[in-house]
């Protein structure tokens, strides 16, 4: 049933309210990078790196070069390690809109889902990113423990993630906070499976930017099915 889920969201992939949340997603993610490393060429300004002073040395141009250099190279690794999770991030305050789609087209009996506040949606977000960012991280620094099972610890570990976080987007609109938990708790090994379907495309280039869209549409088809056997 979860493979069906999947067909019924990739079906969907040209309904132009997923195109909108797809392109809001980027564009922002773009803007907030480009920001960050505005931000931080105005930091190396501010202390002046061209006249970098060196002990004994007294003032070293060299050393200022090599650090302006040097963070373009740095905003430029960032980006790719960054750019996933963040734009997977900042499409999700966009998902109720993926989901939205998804039940005038698919459940076009239920009524309006009441919308989440914008606050609990930045809130949601920005547990959501420190969350990946964090047990990302983690999982990279103990890498050596388990290197000859890495893949498999990466798409786990972000499995059950974004099966936690895409479930309660789909639930929290029709259940409230509460019950959405309540029933992610009760089908947490079916979620964690379709989590972990969702996190493969992660490593694949571009494929990886529909992660959310895909995500947010599969799993409210998910959540019905749930709701409709509870």
Known sequence: MIFSDIAKAIGQIGDPRFRRVLFLGIGLT?????????????LL?????????????????????????????LMLVLSIFLMIPVASAITSMFLEDVADAVEVRHYPH???????????????????LGLLVFVNLVALLLLPLYWFAAPLVFYLINGFLLGREY????????????????????HMGEIWFAGTLMAIPLTVPVLNLLVPILGAATFTHLYHRIAART
């Not at 239920?110 to 959501?128: K, Q």
């Open 45 to 73: 300004d501010w202390i002046d790196p061209a006249s970098f002073d060196l002990p004994f040395l007294g003032p070293n141009a060299f050393v200022g070069g090599l650090l302006s250099w040097g963070s373009i190279v």
């Open 30 to 42: 773009l803007a907030l990078l480009v920001a960050a490393y505005a931000a931080f060429l105005g």
């Open 167 to 186: 479930f309660t987007v789909a639930a929290l609109r029709r259940e409230g906070r509460a019950q959405a938990k309540a029933l992610r708790r009760r």
């Open 110 to 128: 239920l009524p309006p889902a009441p919308r989440v506040s914008w606050g609990d949606a930045i809130r949601d977000t920005l547990s959501f």
